[in-house]
């Protein structure tokens, strides 16, 4: 384990549900980061929330909601999805933000399947 | 906008081979890059972090190269083995909070 951890590992939902990712660091960080991986295409960065204050939203659609309660816990709930969205979601934690952000440090992922 | 392109996109090596996987990106004005692996359906895992004032990381059999000018990294795998074969990602940050991946070179190493 890498010290970041998800739940689900594995979710499949049809187009009308509401589901949540849930994203868990135990190492101290102060910066959390969602990525969406979807086949043959770079990891593309969704939300970044440094000291629990959102401080990027890559235009990502609004059926995807993001929270950050405190500096360990970053969720990502998710509504009205399409298949599209299917992809394998990646949590990442950091130190610092800004100018000195240091290694990232990334969970399993959670494997999405919108039906 | 950032673009970052790793070449090739699949090798194949017999175990014992040195080898180097290579990463490029448009824009020369980064904070850092870092190299990761990924095995099938899993996360990534950090192997080498540079940062925009250095010039090269090791770890172990990893040795990963900055030419921020030219817009470059390589990364040197020495005496390849199969546990090595995964996908090799490269990822620079830019200013703010915007971090650009490349699609990965997948290697594998045949024992």
């Known amino acids: 384990e890498t010290g970041v951890t998800q739940t689900p590992r594995h979710l499949v939902m049809g187009m009308t549900n509401k589901k949540s990712l849930k994203c868990e660091q135990h190492l101290g960080h102060n910066a959390m980061y969602w990525y969406k991986q979807s086949a043959k295409k770079p990891l593309e960065l969704m939300f970044v929330y440094s000291l629990e204050e959102r401080v990027e939203n890559n235009s990502v659609p609004s059926r995807f909601s993001p929270e950050c309660p405190n500096s360990s816990h970053l969720f990502l709930h998710l509504h009205t999805l399409q298949p599209e969205d299917s992809a394998l979601y990646l949590c990442?934690?950091?130190?610092?933000?800004?100018?000195?952000?240091?290694?990232?440090?990334f969970g399993p992922g959670t494997r999405l399947t919108v039906t | 906008k950032q673009e970052v392109t790793q070449i090739p996109a699949a090798l194949s090596v017999p175990e014992g081979e040195n080898l180097v996987l290579n990463c490029s990106f448009t824009d020369s004005a980064i904070y850092n890059l870092q190299w990761f692996r990924q095995d099938p359906g899993k996360g990534l895992t950090s192997l080498l972090l540079?940062?925009?004032?250095?010039r090269e990381q090791t770890s172990g059999r990893l040795n990963a190269s900055l030419d921020k000018s030219s817009g470059r990294s390589t990364l040197y795998i020495a005496a390849s083995q199969p546990g090595d074969s995964a996908t090799y990602l490269c990822a620079v940050r830019r200013t703010g909070n915007q971090f650009y991946f490349g699609t990965g070179t997948s290697l594998t190493v045949i024992p």
């Open positions: 990442a934690s950091s130190q610092g933000a800004g100018e000195m952000t240091y290694e990232q440090y």
């Open positions: 540079i940062q925009s004032s250095q």
